[in-house]
C-alpha cells in the first residue's frame, strides 16, 4: 500500500534545519513496518540525514556548503536570479531531493542521533512542498 | 505491487542531460498512487534531479562538477582507463545511482520546474542501462 | 509487502568497503521482483554504489574524499570529538544515508561493476547498524 501527504513547510532562512517533527507530525499513524520516503519539490533546496542534537553540526555543515559551492564562480552563466541561485542548484544536487527511511514498530528506524534537514540554499527561498509517501 | 521496466537511454556525450520523458514515455500507464524508483546499473554516470527548464543550469552544473572532481589528481592510482574515469566514479557517487519520485493522480508529483537528469560522466560512456521500478 | 532486517557490520577503518556481500547473506531469499533499500543508523558513516572490482576506486575516493572535507577547517566550531568528526558528518550528508536497488528473478539487479560501500569516515566508528528493507 502506497499513500501520500502533502505539507508546505513554514519559511527558513538559508541553512540546514531541522525538520524531524514535521514529518512525523504530518504521517500520523504508521504502519507497523514500511518505508517512508520524503520528496522536495524544488530545485534550489535538498533533504539530508544528519546530527540532530548539536546545532553546529547543521551551522558548519552551512559553511563547508557555502565554501564547496561558491557564489559568483567566473563560468557560471546562470546568473540572472542572483548570485545564490545557481550554487542553490548545485547544492539541491549533492545532497539530493529526497530521503527515506525504514519504518519499524510504527515509528521511523532513526538512529538515536540521526534527524531530517532541509537544505535552504536560497537567501529567501520562500515555503517548500514536500511529499511523504508510506509504503507498507 | 512491485513491477520493473529496463530501458537503454540514446548515447549522450559527457554532461548533463534531461531524460524525464525518456523515462515517462517507458512506464507507461502509471498507478493512481505510488512511487517511481530510477536505477543506472552504471558506475561512472549518475542520475539526479534538478532544473527542467534552462539549459545554462546543466551546463555550469557539468563545469562545476569538472572543477569538483579533476582530472589527473597526484594521488589517483586508478588511472589505466583514462584521465576521465577515476573522476566519472567519484561524480557518480556525490550525485547518486538512483532517484526517487511520487507518483500522484498517476503521474510523477515533480515540482513544477524539476526534471530527472541523467550525469554522464566518461567522455565516451556508451548507452545506459537504467531500471524502473514502480512501486503501488 | 514490507519486511525489514537488521545486521551490524564488522569494525572497518577509515575509508570505503565493499559490504555487498554482507547485505545479500543478510537478505536470504528474495522476492522475484521487488527493491531493497539499505539504510544506515548514524551521522558519520554513508552508504554509496560504486566499482566493485578494482581496490585502486577505493582507495583514491578516500583520498579523494578527505581532500573534498578536510579536518581542521577554520571555520568549524563542532569540534569537541576530535578533528574526524565535522568532516565525517559533511561525508555523511555528501554521500548519503542510503541506497536502493531493484530486485530481479530474485536478485540485486546491479550493474556487472556494481557493489555497495560502507563509507566509514571516523578513525574509530565501531561496529555500524544497517536496516534492510525489503519491498515486494
Known sequence: ??????????????????????????????????????????????????????????????AYTNKLAPENAPYFTHTFEGSDDMPAHIKASLYGSSISIPIENSQLALGTWQGIYLGEHRNYGGRRNLVITIIS
Open 1 to 62: 500500500m502506497v499513500s501520500n501527504i502533502h505539507i508546505t513547510l513554514p519559511e527558513y532562512k538559508r541553512g540546514f534545519h531541522l525538520i524531524t517533527q514535521h514529518i512525523i507530525n504530518a504521517i500520523g499513524n504508521m504502519p507497523s513496518d514500511g518505508l517512508c520516503h520524503v520528496f522536495i519539490q524544488h530545485t534550489s533546496a535538498s533533504l539530508t540525514i544528519n546530527e540532530n542534537a548539536d546545532p553546529s553540526v547543521r551551522q558548519d555543515l552551512e
